[in-house]
């Protein structure tokens, strides 16, 4: 079992509210990543982090922003929250890369966000 | 364009029965390719990795297999149980460094009936 820990894991808000998803791990991984998911479709990366004050932009446009103060914490904000923005936001990380034999990423259960 | 596809997209079997799962990608270059299991409304848990020079990778009831010239794989699941209800997700990898980039499936949804 993956020590990768997302809150809240559930968030119903109206239109406009600022919100923070936390995401944090203990395994001393140098590599998180943040992904958007709707039903039925593909994980997007969104945003991504090699490092604390490391943190990149991902494939898909997002209006979030992240930040990398400590290695085990990345949260997500958006600054004022839209309908658009519901989905499942699922944060990962994994280690720094040795072989393709144990390159994985572990993942947290993930936050359903709403927003009406 | 690098794509992961996966087929069939939902299947429906009755408990006890084997099932296989395809995915086939034209990723390149290629590192490794991954299968992910993802509970409803959980993160993705991963079931085998294999690299290249890797044509089968098994985890208990789970057989994975990769045909890196045809770019094909398939998840095997034996004598499947209610707890196999869930989506498996293809990921493939493109280099093998920090820099490697993941390309993901739609996932199969797997439902197992009693």
């Known amino acids: 079992e993956a020590d990768i820990y997302q809150t809240p894991r559930y968030l119903v808000i109206g239109t406009g509210k600022k919100i923070t998803l936390e995401c944090s791990q203990t395994?001393?991984?140098?590599?998180m990543y943040w992904y958007q998911q709707d039903p039925g479709m593909e994980l997007h990366l969104i945003h991504y982090?090699?490092?604390?004050?490391?943190?990149e932009k991902g494939d898909l446009s997002s209006e979030s922003t992240v930040s990398r103060i400590r290695t085990e914490h990345f949260p997500l904000t958006l600054e004022s929250a839209r309908p658009s923005h519901t989905s499942q936001y699922l944060c990962?990380?994994?280690?720094?890369?040795?072989?393709?034999?144990?390159?994985?990423?572990?993942f947290g259960p993930g936050t359903r966000l709403t927003v009406l | 364009k690098n794509q992961v596809e996966q087929s069939p997209q939902s299947l429906i079997i009755l408990e006890g029965k084997n099932c296989t799962l395809q995915?086939?990608?034209?990723?390149?270059?290629?590192?490794?390719l991954r299968w992910y299991k993802q509970d409803t409304g959980r993160g993705p848990v991963s079931l085998t990795i294999?690299?290249?020079?890797?044509n089968t990778k098994s985890n208990g009831r789970y057989t994975a297999t990769l045909d890196a010239d045809t770019k094909q794989s398939s998840l095997h699941i034996t004598a499947s149980q209610l707890s196999d209800s869930a989506s498996y997700i293809c990921?493939?990898?493109?280099?093998?460094?920090?820099?490697?980039?993941?390309?993901f499936g739609r996932g199969t949804q797997l439902t197992v009936w009693p």
């Open positions: 995915c086939n990608y034209t990723v390149s270059p290629f590192s490794n």
């Open positions: 990962a990380s994994s280690p720094i890369w040795t072989s393709a034999r144990t390159d994985t990423q572990y």
């Open positions: 982090s090699y490092g604390v004050n490391s943190t």
């Open positions: 990921v493939v990898s493109d280099r093998g460094s920090t820099l490697g980039r993941l390309y």
């Open positions: 395994m001393g991984h140098d590599k």
């Open positions: 294999m690299t290249f020079s890797e």
